[in-house]
Each structure stands twice: as structure tokens, then as C-alpha cells.
């Protein structure tokens, strides 16, 4: 192949150049033409072909005699090298190279960048033939596609850019597409969209007016007008006017990157694609104010949004968040499309919904209702949401904001995370915000499983730059001419960190302070003046957000301050009527309060009729402050000050009695305990032992073993020598055992048994029998393990429902680390490997014991911070003890040769054994005799093991509903004469009836 020795240009200004960059002489005409198609084409074309395409309306004989005075006009100006075929007329390989080779050869491997450094411009006009109309349309569909190619490529890398937080990137991707392509409105809205969304304001506004002289067609002029309407509600950055006296607010400033990536996945939406996004940042950093950010670019572009927010002080509330935002989605168009069987779940798990299923007779409820209640996450809930929110989606695109993930109670938290991870089919965004570093362990790893995962984009916000800071400050703050406006923006981002909410609450005690004053009512400039010479250099600047806002709840009257403390108590939204009765405040008081408190910006209005605290810390604040206020009442600071005294009084006498009791306490008394107390018992060859765990004054570990007397009592409990026939447990309470035996069907039969009463209950049936068992601590799940070519450990209810399954090669043990984890051992590759699983929400965490070989026998703290477990690190034999959060192993040493043996049980004993349900009971017995149409309510309660009793929502069902037909709530309903059981019944295995006699 030869060298290239001309180069054609088609695009923008047609010609040729020979392999130096000059011109050639040939005019731009029909020879030109010629050698353009027969480069295009890259093979043979016969010469009555060429006649035809280019002189379609002459005589065949006159055709070809121009096709050869044109071949001899491109010999005669690029020699006859350029030729390697005469009829049919063929080029020389490589004798030619042209600009539409270099656009399709870029665009071929990737390179966007050389494809558009290629691209000059579409194909030149003067390149059309007159009278060749097949020539021209080529030449048009040549430049679309190469036009559609490029803009193409452009508009996917600047949207790849837009969602990986790379705006400016975008950007540049998307005015090359409006330059290939100036008269397409998708690039030029796209473009808008992200300089919108950095609210570069006159950019947007030179692009905005490009396009709208570009675009003519009404429907693209429409969607210009509505960023037109967007860029009007950015308004410049004018200055938020601060009324006297009030709370210092201030515009939302920097976030750029981060609103720009998260606008970029709502794009995607807009598009037709489902997403996730989690944004993580510490309190106060601006997540909230972000994501409602994020919230108005979404229905400024026509979406639908639904916001919820978990409540710090509603997690013990099982689906309470999933249930609000169920609630939400279903009064949206578009839920009724979801099916029967979704519809079915999710009004199980709201009881508040109507419960009257389609087709159905009235009042007569929902087959499955209930059947949700008191069980763990399922498939089915996190089904139904997804179908439930792909049926809102299809009317609009739909935004979810879930505001707070970290406060969440555990199940919600579970099938959010599912949702999110799995959700693909609706054109739904959503997106979480939680802090990254919570104490709650469940929560910490469901964060970590959607920051890892590919389905869920991740933003970390960090704090303000010194540029964002004093931003931030120029819209609110003016100084005086003469002050050192940089030292004090330097100064004030040092004490803040970059903290958004820790500079507005410094600006407020600034203004508290005097430092900040109004602005003259006369002048137009309405900022704050800021006066630095009332700022003394050694001013002590709060070192804390949390110091900052104590001294804001300092200069808080009587009154607020009683009302910021029951508000606090309640813990969620709360109207001046429950705070009034709540704190048995007079109107007039709780209007002061309520007053004062809005004016210093600690409180705002949620809705027409409750109040909250403006952010989670200022509400964490006063919660830590008054929390020994158990007895708060109104009356002034005389009682006050006599409640703090009584407080005082009470902590000192509290002090003086420990250290007496530190003095006066024997030898062996119960050191203070670690990882939540308890006695380790370990049993085996030669005998056992026990001891407890404390923490010596310096800090380290204190090992206190037991007497003999207790280590066989908690022997004969824990691990009898002869546990009686198939034993595979014993509950911490001594009440229940798990058996197993052989049926007559040549099945196991896996029986959950009552060691007092003897009564007995099949969980499950099993090919082989189990290896292992256990209980939860609550005693609402059972664990066990299968043996098979690969183990199972299994998680199910009492009833015998399958939670949870997790496979291995060969499992040695199972034992529950807290309520939600199991500690499971494995052998794996010849050595035993430890692994927290957590059923409910699919994590696995391998245990790291710092070189430490593991053994057969581990167990789990009564808290699920530690695990004590056998094993051996060189000299170091017997046991050792794992803190979870810490990652630090520590050898047990010094303890007994009894402990140092060969054991076969090792036990962490909980000193605090929590009862577990046993039985329901109806209230009342014998025969309840109800009239025909009359209704009669039916009572129940949940019988725990240590003998207590507590009202708990229980399933009923009617075992003849055409007789006695009773509702969720246990209303029983005579419907005709006749008689029927009516069975209460708790989490799918605890079971009660009462006979009913419906009489005319």
C-alpha cells in the first residue's frame, strides 16, 4: 500500500491538497464530485455507472464521454498514480486520505476529542451537483450520519460526566454537540440544564439566548421558556433581608459539583432510566439543603416528587418510614396500576389503608393482611414497592427522597436498600442522605453496601472551601470599608471547619453579640454590617457546633426553654397544644416560647400546625441539655433554679454512695463489666469454669473467675453433660430447647419444645438431621444449620418461614451476635474461618483476627461488640477476645488450666436475659354469643416467659366468615346464625381461639 499523497475535504470548504498542504488546482465541480464518490465508495464503479449518477439526463454515449473528459481533468491535477483501474475506475489504496476518514476513524475508536477537532463543519454546499439529485442525497446522508455519530458520542460523554460529578466536563461535551449541531434542541437544553444547575447565571443567559435564535419550532421554543422560568427563579444573589431580631439565613452556596452530578442522574430519569443515589456527609454539612436542591430541579423540569424523613425518635417503630412512604405513593395517578398481589402486601403492612379488597363483600378484609406483621424483611414488600413505584413512574418521572437513611428503623432501611438495588424497569430516582460515621451498626453497614455498590451513585459532601465560606458571607455579611474582610473569612472558616450550619449559627451569635447590626433602613444594600472592631482578637470562637449551640440555648428564657425541652422529648413534629399539655404550660406561655424560638431561628413550622427544630443537632442539643428533666413544669425560674439544685444535690449523694460502695465492697464483687457484662462458661475436658470480664484503672482487661458452686449451676443450665435426647439448644431463659427426631415418614422433624409445660410445636421437616440450632435473643427467630454437599444455615420464624439462607463447604457453628447478626463458623480450604452475616440485609463481614488461628468454639458479647473464641497465635494457646469496632485481639491470659484444656462448649451468658413470647390469650373464655349484625370487639394479649403480659398486634381470622366474619382490628361481626373459632394469632406461630355462637 502507498503512501498518501492527496487529501480531499468535503466538510465546511470543499477541496484537495497534496501531501504537503497545498492546493491543488481543481475547481470544485463535477470531476470533483466524481473523485469524491469514488473515494466514499473505496471500490471499482464502472463508467456507466458513474455516467448515470452524475449526468443521469444525457445520452448513454454523451455520459460516458464526460465521465472520461472529468477522469482526464483528475489525472491531468493529481497524476495517474492516483489511479489503479480504468473501467471499471478504481483508486489507488492509501493514494487518497479525506476528512470524513478522519471524523469516522476517531469516532470508530472512541477518540471524541479527535472526531471533533476533525469536524469542521457539515459537507460543503458547493460539493452538490445540480443535475445529479441521487450524488446530492448522499452527500446528505453523509453529513448526518457523520453529524449524528459525533453529536451522539458527545451528548453520552457529557452525560457519563454529568452523573460522575464532572459538570465542567459536561460542559465542554455539550457545546461541542451544539457547535456539530447548532440547530438540535436536545443539546442545547442538556447544556442548559447543567449550567443551570452550577447557577452560572450569565453563562445560561448567553446560551439561553443562542438557543432561542437557533430554535424555531414552537415545542422546542416551549422547553427553552421553561429554563427560561428556571433561570428567573435563581434570581441573582441578591442579599436575604434579615428582619431585627431574627435568625441569620443564607443562600445555598458551592455544592456545585455535587448538584450537577446528582442533576445529571435526575437527567437520566427524565430519560427513562431508574437510579439511586446516596449523599453522606456529618451533621450540618448541608445534605438536607442539597437534596431539596435536587428536589426543585426536578419539578422544575416536570417530576414528581415525594419526601420523607425518618425520625431519630421513631426507629423503634417496626416499617414506620416504608409505611409513610407507601402512604404518599399510593395518593399519587397511577397506583392503582400496580397488581393484586402488590396491592395485597403493601395494604398488609399498612393497616390505615382501606382494607376492602376489590370484588370482595364489604368490610371483609384482605386475605394476607397481617401477615407482615412482627416478621423480618421479605422479597415480596420489596417487590411490591418496586412495582408500586414503577406504576407512579409511568404517569411522570418520579423523584424519592428519603431524608435521614441513618435514623431509619431497621426493616424500612432493609427494603429501601433492596429497592435501590435492585430497581431497574421505572423512571424513578432515589436518593438517600444519611451521615457516614453513625454509631448504630446496622445502619453503618447498610450505608457501606449502597456506598459499594455499582447500582447506587455515592456523593460525599466535604465542607466549605475559604472561597465557599466567604461566599456564603458575602451574601448576608457586609464590612465596613478599611476592615480585613480575607483575615476574618480565614478566621471564621478555621472555627467552623467549613461547617454551612456551624457559620450560620456563629452569624447568629455574632448578632446576639452585637457584632452584627441591621443595615440603615435608608440604604439598598440590605446585608448585615458586620463590625469587626466590636471583635476583640481574642474573642473565644465556639471550638464545637454542639458548644455553639449551647451558648444560643443560654439566653433562652424560662418559657422557650420548656418548650425547646418537651419538643426535644417528643421527638417528632409537634403542635403548641401537645407541647402545652405535655409541659402543662398555660396559651400565653407556649405562644412566648414558641415565639422566641422562632425568632432566634431554633424552630420552624412543618405544615400549618406543628413545629420542629430547624436541624437534627440543634434538637440532639437540647435533648442532652434537659434530659434529666423528667419532671418539667412551668413556673418560672424559681423552680427552675430549684430543679437544678435538687439535680445537683442528687448527683453528689449518687458520688458519694459509689465511693463508699468502692471502699466497702469485698474482694470478688462484679467488676465493672465490658462489651455489654456477662460470664463466659466454658465446659469440656477435664471440667469447666467461668469467669466475668472488667476493666482495671488503668484500663485494661480484669479477668475474675468464678467459684465452683456457680460454674456448676450455669453448667447443669447452659451445657449438661446429657441434655436429653436430640437436644440441640437451650433458650437463654431455660424455658424452651430445640429437638430434633426421626419421623415415621423418614423425615427429621425440627421441634421447638416448652420444658416446663411439655408442650411442643414442629418448626420444620429436614431430609438429614440439623447439626446445630439457636435462638434469638428476642426468641422470634431460630437458626439452624443443614448439613448436605454444602451446608446451610437457615434463619426462620418459630412457624417454620424460611428468612434467610447462607451456604458453605462445612458449617462447625452458628450463635446470634445480637439481634440481627450471626456469628457462623466455617471450615473453609483446611482452616476455620469465622463470618458475621446479617440475614436481613445480605451482608457478610469476615472475621479479621489479627493472625490469630480460629478453633471450633467462638461466641458472641451480650452487646455484638466482642467475640471470645479459641484459637492460637504462636505460644499463645486457649482463648482469645475480639473487639468488633476496634479490630483489637487480645489473648485471655492468666486464666486457670481448667479454661486452657480441651473444652467442648464455650458460652457467653447474658446477665440480663430478656423474656420472649410463650402464649397468647384471649380475653374471657367459654362461648362468646354474639347477635346476628351485632358487633362485638375481642381482646387479646401476648403471654411473655417470665409470666408478664403485653397488648400486641395479633392476626385474627375467622374459621367460618360466612357465620362470624372479624376484622384486623379483632371486631367480630355476626353475619347468620350459626357457629365458628375464632383464632388469634402472633407472628405466624403463637395461636389462641375462642368459640362463637351467632344467634338470630
Known sequence: MGEPVHHLRLLSTAGIEDAEG??????????????????????????????????????????????????????????????????????????????????????????VDAALQAWPGPPDDRARVADAPQWNQALDRLGEELEDGLRGALLERARSHRASGQPREAIRDLKGAVRVSPHRLRPRLELLDVLLDLRERSEAEAQLSKALDAIQDPEGREALEARRERLRSLGTQTPIPVPDGGPVRMEFTGRTEALARLAGLWQQTLEGRAGAALLTGPAGIGKTRLAREVVR??????????????????????????????????????????????????????????????????????????????TRPSGALADALADLLTAVSEDSPLLVLVDDLHWADTESRAI?????????????????????????????????????????????????????????????????????????????????????????????VFRAEGILEAAPPDEDDARLRFRAGRLPPDFPLPDSLRALVDQ??????????????????????????????????????????????????????????SLTFLHDELRASVARRYQLHVGLTAGGGAQWSFFRTAVAASLFLLVLGAVAYLYARPAQEAL?????????????????????????PEGGLDLQVLPEPVVDSLTLRFAPSDPGDGVLRISDDGHHAILTRPSEDGYHQLVLHHRRTGGEREVVRTVRPPLTAGFSPGGQRLSLVLPGARDRLLVATPAGQVLASWPAPRILDSRWCGEEEL???????????????????????????????????????????????????????GLFLLHRQTGQVEWLEGLPPTLAGAPTHLEWISDDVPPVPAAIRIAGSGTRVVGWGEQVPLDGDLLFSDGSTRPSELTWISRNPDVAFVSHDGRVTGTRPGESWIVAEWNGWLTDSIWVQVTP
Not at 841 to 850: F, I, T
Open 22 to 111: 497545498r492546493a491543488v488546482d481543481l475547481a470544485v465541480g463535477k470531476p470533483f464530485a466524481v473523485l469524491a464518490h469514488l473515494h466514499l465508495t473505496g471500490e471499482a464503479v464502472a463508467r456507466d455507472e458513474l455516467a448515470e449518477l452524475f449526468w443521469p439526463r444525457s445520452r448513454p454515449d454523451r455520459g460516458r464521454a464526460s465521465v472520461r473528459q472529468a477522469l482526464w481533468a483528475l489525472r491531468k491535477a493529481l497524476g495517474d498514480e492516483l489511479f489503479a483501474g480504468d473501467d471499471p475506475v478504481r483508486l489507488r489504496p492509501g493514494a487518497l486520505v479525506s476528512d470524513v476518514e478522519d471524523v469516522r476513524d476517531a469516532l470508530s475508536r472512541g477518540q
Open 297 to 374: 430541579v426536578a419539578q422544575g423540569t416536570g417530576g414528581r416528587t415525594v419526601v420523607v424523613k425518618a425520625e431519630d425518635s421513631e426507629r423503634p417503630i417496626e416499617w414506620g418510614l416504608l409505611s409513610e412512604l407507601i402512604q404518599r405513593l399510593l395518593r399519587l395517578s397511577g397506583a392503582a396500576g400496580i397488581s393484586n398481589a402488590s396491592d395485597s402486601v403493601l395494604r398488609a403492612l399498612v393497616p390505615s389503608l382501606n382494607l376492602v379488597a376489590s370484588g370482595s363483600e364489604p368490610g371483609r378484609p384482605l386475605a394476607s393482611a397481617g401477615v407482615l406483621a412482627g
Open 416 to 508: 429501601l436498600t433492596r429497592v435501590a438495588l435492585r430497581i431497574r424497569e421505572a423512571t424513578v430516582l432515589l436518593l438517600f442522605t444519611s451521615r457516614p460515621g453513625t454509631e448504630r451498626s446496622r445502619a453503618r453497614k447498610t450505608i457501606r453496601l449502597l456506598r459499594e455498590s455499582r447500582a447506587v451513585a455515592s456523593v460525599e459532601l466535604e465542607p466549605w472551601t475559604p472561597s465557599e465560606v466567604g461566599d456564603a458571607l458575602d451574601g448576608v455579611v457586609r464590612l465596613e470599608p478599611g476592615e480585613d474582610g480575607d483575615a476574618i473569612r480565614q478566621r471564621i472558616h478555621h472555627t467552623t471547619r467549613g461547617n454551612p450550619l456551624f457559620v450560620a449559627e456563629l452569624l447568629n
Open 552 to 609: 444560643q440555648l443560654d439566653l433562652l428564657s424560662d418559657q422557650a426553654a420548656l418548650v425547646a425541652a418537651h419538643l426535644a422529648r417528643l421527638g417528632r413534629p409537634s403542635s403548641p397544644r401537645t407541647i402545652a399539655m405535655r409541659a402543662g404550660m398555660t396559651t400565653s406561655a407556649v405562644t412566648s416560647g414558641i415565639g422566641e424560638l422562632l425568632q432566634r431561628g431554633m424552630v420552624r413550622w412543618e405544615g400549618d400546625e
Open 672 to 696: 465493672p463489666p465490658v462489651l455489654g457484662g456477662g460470664t463466659i462458661l466454658v465446659a469440656g475436658n477435664p471440667g469447666s469454669a467461668a469467669f466475668r470480664m472488667g476493666t482495671t
Open 823 to 877: 456469628l457462623v463458623l466455617a471450615r473453609m480450604d483446611g482452616r476455620v474461618e469465622g463470618t458475621i452475616w446479617n440475614p436481613a440485609e445480605g451482608v457478610e463481614e469476615s472475621l479479621d483476627l489479627a493472625g490469630v488461628a480460629l478453633g471450633r468454639l467462638a461466641d458472641c458479647s451480650p452487646d455484638g461488640r466482642g467475640v471470645v473464641f479459641q484459637g492460637a497465635r504462636g505460644e499463645e494457646v
